[in-house]
């Protein structure tokens, strides 16, 4: 092979790497000495090894560029059995088992949470798919939590907080913030094992794989508690739509993950969303009316509980990629059914999206990225996230992001608001008679109270975003909501309630909504 | 169901429709009352109008910008918004579509009683929409005719004394702006285009009352009212990327009927990284109009027109606003060396 190469292509430079027009490439257009297997980008052909190399490159360089995670830190990968995030354990592992110099340096943890409750999977089903997971996860090497879905009826209200924490700071250098972090470790690591001198087997049985996922393991409870599964199906019975079904999965999924790095001291949660996916995610949270929380939701991190960092490192890699990494280098992932599988195209918002921008990527290939770029200029809402600590923003009881849900004068929500107002009226004011004395005052529409028919929603969407508020109106009743949604919403309103005493006397108008900024 | 369902809103009346908006079932008297309301309530939170300010209503003859006037004419009467009213129509000449629809404008100056004016492309620019079309294909029609309407309302409404635009885009239209221009990339517009009240600084200020409205409702509200107005899609439009917009915004609506909304919310609350370079406003070197190149978009086509390269305008925006800001040097003798310019421009790949 590179006989041939050396003599035909003696000075030529990179000439024979590509084939007379229109043929089949000859070489790998990096090495150009590699017969290629797959062509990554328009007329750029690679061979196994280069496609490699440029696949764990992207992942470190990724984490590199971003620098977030420091030496020693607990990340929880989270794993659904999918192709992307069994691409990204599979780089996980790559960097930490490389003799190379730049060994990624912390210390990973598998999470797969078990959603076959609300995927109609049988028990039977669900055993076999955890048994097959459980061979691919203790291959890893790493430790391993399953979590069933249905323990999201366990959770605490806390869960729904976020929590201040001060390394989510980035103005200090990297460094620093590497330097506090492993003091803070070693505080930690004072306090748990009671002296300096315990603390080498404290230290060696963390560096003892097999012990620790033992233990984690363990701590899950095997036989799934029927009543609970019970309650799932109840749960996602109530909601109306499969659009808000997938929310609502996503939102409850989301905290099963925090509470699992909360109680297992992960400070770092990675994602498996692909380039494809987040394309996919910000149109679609577009259509949801998640507008301002774009950045959060498909950023490359996201700090939205504070203690724990959720990150996004395959952002950068497209589904075919993907694909193709994992069938060239034999990365297993197994098949779960999701809440939309086998249902048509037009059944859900995220289905709708998801299929439109397929097509219309066939018909032009730059779509997918086109507007993954449009994301990436995208920020977090100005006063997002500079708040100056005294005043603390008020977040979705749902989905932890800063309130949108404001009344600007113009907007769209203020419109809504109006709309439903009108056609609620009691019959006696007619018309727009009633604003007319006080056009501004969009408030004095709300005096009368209707009576009756009021949804039980109404005391839970105060406490939501606007995106969220949709999910929950999509639902017949909100009994089944697990209880730790309930008693953080009646915390919140108890708080609020006493806040609103407080501050009584300097109110001119009982307003539900907080005012404009 | 056997029984009528009555108003939810006022409890006595048979209800003639479902709000697409919100789903509630509301007799016809109702209806009207709150479409016109909810108008009223737009215009007054978002401080659309000054007292005594002259408004040039774009009227193309459709629905939407028929019920603005219709709504304007009553909203100023009955609120009493102290404003002057006219009406400014675009003939882009397209045969069979325009013409069409500025006999319903007409027939409407007549009912509502408001002044109408007529600008045409053919007055301002030397070129139909016709014989731009046969020029240019099928493609791309829609850029030459949006560009050119946009500033041919400013210039009309100039010429009126007008001291602002109403135009009569819907909530529909501003979700599927918001859909193409995120499809696009189109970080600068995306921002834009959500706004209610548009630019104040340099052009003349634009309003669109309608934005919450939703295209749905206008219609209903149209028929109800018995407005006369002219519905037929424009004969170029289908080969509009905005139509994968379109059509996507309506099967949004079918699975979520809030989903116009929603996405009006999304535009409205979209945050732009402070470090990514947006477009700078200016002004066009040639006729002074609002632009964020040396050139505005209108003269930059207009001139691909008359060299005869109709393409000109279409694509890369960089290397074609270089040929021709080069080019402008030589402004005198322009028409005389545009043969010699043409052949020099045709060497350069577009």
């Not at chain 1, 009543?227 to 019975?237: D, N, V, Y």
């Not at chain 2, 027939?107 to 408001?114: C, D, I, P, S, V």
């Not at chain 2, 002074?288 to 925006?317: D, F, H, M, T």
Request: glycine content about 10%; charged content about 25%.
């Amino acid at each position: 092979m590179c006989e041939s190469e050396e003599g035909g292509g003696c000075g030529g430079g990179g000439r024979p790497a590509r084939a007379p027009r229109g043929g089949r490439p000859l070489k790998c257009m990096k090495c150009k000495e590699g017969p290629p297997v797959l062509i990554i980008r328009v007329g750029d052909a690679f061979c196994k090894a280069c496609f490699k190399d440029y696949f764990v490159h992207k992942f470190r360089a990724l984490l590199g560029k971003n620098r977030c995670i420091f030496p020693g830190e607990k990340v929880l990968l989270a794993f659904s059995g999918g192709p992307a995030s069994s691409a990204m354990v599979r780089q996980v592992q790559e960097g930490l088992s490389r003799e190379a110099a730049k060994k990624l340096r912390f210390k990973p943890g598998i999470l797969f949470v078990d959603e076959g409750g609300v995927c109609g999977q049988g028990l039977e089903k669900r055993g076999e798919v955890r048994s097959q997971l459980e061979r691919i996860l203790r291959a890893t090497g790493f430790p391993y939590h399953l979590v069933n879905l249905e323990e999201v009826f366990g959770l605490p209200g806390s869960i729904l907080r976020a929590v201040s924490h001060s390394a989510t700071d980035h103005s200090q250098s990297y460094k620093e913030a590497v330097d506090g972090f492993i003091q803070q470790q070693e505080l930690l690591q004072c306090e748990r094992t009671g002296g300096p001198g315990e603390s080498l087997p404290g230290r060696l049985a963390e560096l003892s794989i097999q012990d620790p996922s033992e233990k984690e393991t363990a701590e899950v409870p095997g036989p799934l508690s029927i009543s609970h599964t019970a309650e799932l199906t109840r749960l996602f019975g109530a909601v109306k739509t499969l659009t808000a079904r997938e929310e609502l999965l996503q939102t409850l999924r989301n905290h099963l993950i925090l509470h699992v790095a909360r109680t297992s001291g992960y400070t770092k949660v990675m994602m498996g969303d692909s380039c494809t996916r987040v394309a996919v995610k910000l149109l679609t949270n577009l259509c949801l009316g998640r507008g301002a929380f774009l950045a959060g939701d498909t950023g490359f991190s996201d700090g939205r509980h504070g203690d724990v960092l959720v990150l996004r490192p395959m952002r950068e890699y497209s589904a075919k990629e993907i694909a193709f990494y994992n069938r060239l280098f034999g990365v297993p992932a197994i098949f779960t059914p999701a809440l939309a599988t086998k249902a048509p195209d037009r059944a859900s918002i995220h289905r709708l999206i998801e299929s439109f921008l397929c097509k219309l990527q066939s018909d032009f290939p730059s779509t997918v990225s086109t507007v993954y770029r449009t994301g990436e200029k995208l920020g977090a809402a100005p006063g997002d996230d500079d708040s100056d600590g005294a005043t603390e923003p008020e977040r979705c009881l749902l989905c932890l992001c800063t309130l949108d849900t404001n009344v600007v004068d113009g907007s769209s929500l203020q419109s809504t608001l109006l709309s439903e107002e009108l056609c609620q009226k009691p019959p006696l004011s007619a018309g727009s008679s009633c604003c007319e004395d006080a056009p501004t005052q969009t408030g004095c529409c709300k005096a009368p109270p209707v009576a009756g028919a009021i949804p039980p929603q109404v005391w839970l969407l105060p406490l939501l975003c606007y995106s969220c508020r949709l999910t929950i109106k999509d639902m017949s009743c909100l009994e089944p909501l697990p209880p730790y949604i309930h008693s953080e919403a009646e915390r919140r309103r108890r708080s609020r309630a006493a806040m609103k005493q407080e501050i009584q006397e300097f109110l001119l108008e009982d307003d539900e909504a907080p005012p404009a900024s | 169901m056997p029984a009528p369902v009555l108003c939810q809103s006022c409890g006595a009346g048979r209800a003639a429709l479902r709000r697409p908006k919100t789903g509630q079932a509301l007799c016809r008297e109702c209806f009207v009352a709150a479409f016109e309301a909810e108008v009223h309530g737009t215009i007054v939170a978002a401080r659309l109008f000054q007292p005594g300010e002259t408004v040039a209503v774009g009227a193309s003859g459709g629905k939407d910008s028929t019920v603005l006037a219709h709504l304007l004419r009553l909203l100023n009467q009955r609120h009493g918004y102290g404003l002057r009213l006219l009406l400014l129509s675009v003939d882009e000449g397209i045969a069979g579509y325009r013409d069409d629809s500025l006999d319903a404008v007409r027939r409407n100056r007549g009912r509502l009683g408001l002044p109408l004016h007529v600008v045409s492309y053919r007055e301002l620019y030397g070129w139909s929409m016709d014989r731009i079309a046969r020029h240019v294909g099928p493609k791309n029609n829609c850029t030459f005719c949006g560009v050119f309407r946009r500033q041919a309302l400013d210039r009309g409404a100039a010429l009126l004394g007008a001291d602002k635009i109403a135009t009569g885009h819907n909530a529909d239209d501003v979700a599927e702006t918001v859909l193409m221009n995120f499809l696009r990339g189109d970080v600068g517009r995306l921002r834009r285009c959500a706004g209610i009240l548009t630019g104040s600084e340099g052009a003349l200020p634009r309003c669109k009352p309608l934005k919450h409205a939703y295209e749905k409702e206008i219609v209903l509200y149209a028929y109800f009212q018995g407005l006369d107005y002219f519905s037929t899609e424009c004969v170029y439009a289908p080969n509009a990327y905005r139509g994968h917009a379109r059509t996507l915004l309506k099967d949004l609506e079918a699975i979520r009927p809030s989903a116009v909304a929603d996405l009006v919310h999304s535009g409205e609350r979209l945050a732009v990284r402070e470090d990514v370079r947006m477009p700078t406003q200016g002004t066009c070197q040639r006729c002074g109009y609002l632009s964020s190149q040396p050139l505005c978009k209108a003269c930059v086509l207009l001139e691909g027109l008359n060299r005869g390269l109709p393409r000109l305008g279409i694509g890369k925006p960089s290397r074609m606003q270089k040929v021709l800001t080069d080019a402008e040097k030589p402004e005198v003798g322009f028409r005389e060396d545009s043969q010699q310019a043409s052949r020099a421009i045709r060497t350069v790949d577009f």
